[in-house]
């Protein structure tokens, strides 16, 4: 589908955004659906991508897909440089160093706890939800190594 999944398409430029949309049988409303695709450049595996999405009242998942070349990778000084240099133009002091709270909202994304929850589940944290110390750091360490493997790109699967 484009990325407004209102229209089927059969080729997709690099680069662009395609929206991927899987009809369930039987799955709650609100559950983590997730797509895993193996992933090759001119033959040879480089990995598997995965893409979540959350089952809608009728059954649909929409993951929205993007379609650009692997960044290259980024180490963990050069994510907390490039997060330094965003929260320094944050208009408030933000803890993002330790606080995953303060991290999504430094990337500008929700904060609130169904959505940290809902992060966690298609991380595929496997303590207890309802221990949220252990699951935000669990979380704050997730999203810094998603950061690094994305070459500092937020990930659709974070977002």
């Not at 649909?60 to 180490?75: F, H, P």
């Amino acid at each position: 589908m484009n990325r407004d999944f209102t229209q089927k398409i059969d080729t997709v430029p690099s680069g662009s955004d395609v929206g991927l949309w899987v009809q369930t049988r039987n799955y709650p409303v609100g559950e983590v659906i997730s797509v895993v695709v193996g992933e090759e450049v001119e033959g040879l595996s480089v990995g598997d991508r995965r893409f979540s999405g959350v089952v809608d009242s009728e059954g649909n998942v929409r993951m929205l897909v993007d379609t650009s070349a692997r960044a290259e990778a980024m180490t963990e000084a050069q994510v907390r440089e490039m997060l330094d240099a965003l929260a320094r133009k944050a208009p408030q002091k933000l803890h993002w160093a330790t606080s995953v709270v303060d991290l999504l909202k430094l990337l500008g994304q929700d904060s609130s706890l169904a959505a940290r929850q809902r992060v966690a589940a298609e991380g595929r944290y496997t303590g207890a939800m309802g221990d949220s110390a252990t699951r935000n750091v669990w979380m704050h360490r997730h999203v810094m190594s998603q950061l690094a493997a994305s070459g500092g790109k937020l990930p659709f699967t974070l977002r």
